[in-house]
């Protein structure tokens, strides 16, 4: 089993910057590519990035392309997402996910796929 626990969420003002944190715990030996996922009131959960293994290949969502990064510390085992020029829109629980792979440039968005769930954090962008 995999633990992941989100950090970093919070309310700031639009225009602003939060940076989140991802820490894996528990049987994390093995590769896996990550993401970030929310959720905001009233809407299904969307996908927002991912990372592969190596770092090497990344994922965006078109909402916050140009906006946020995606990077990770596989030594900490950590997954930080940097969200910057933050929108009211952008106001949502954000998920930390783990999805277990063999390769370590693979890149994954798919819901149905993950492994392990954090247990989210909120984010709250005011106007």
């Known amino acids: 089993q995999v633990q992941l626990v989100e950090s970093g969420g919070g309310l700031v003002q639009a225009g602003g910057s939060l940076r989140l944190s991802c820490a894996a715990s528990g049987r994390t030996s093995g590769k896996y590519s990550m993401a970030w996922f929310r959720q905001a009131p009233g809407k299904e959960r969307e996908s927002v990035a991912a990372?592969?293994?190596?770092?090497?290949?990344?994922f965006y969502a078109d909402s916050v392309k140009g906006r946020f990064s995606i990077s990770r510390d596989n030594a900490k085992i950590t997954v930080i997402l940097q969200m910057n020029s933050l929108k009211p829109e952008d106001t949502a629980v954000y998920y930390c996910a783990a999805e277990y792979t063999l390769l370590s440039d693979y890149v994954s968005v798919l819901e149905s796929a993950v492994d392990y769930w954090g247990k989210g954090t909120l984010v709250t962008v005011s106007s």
């Open positions: 990372i592969s293994w190596s770092g090497g290949i990344t």
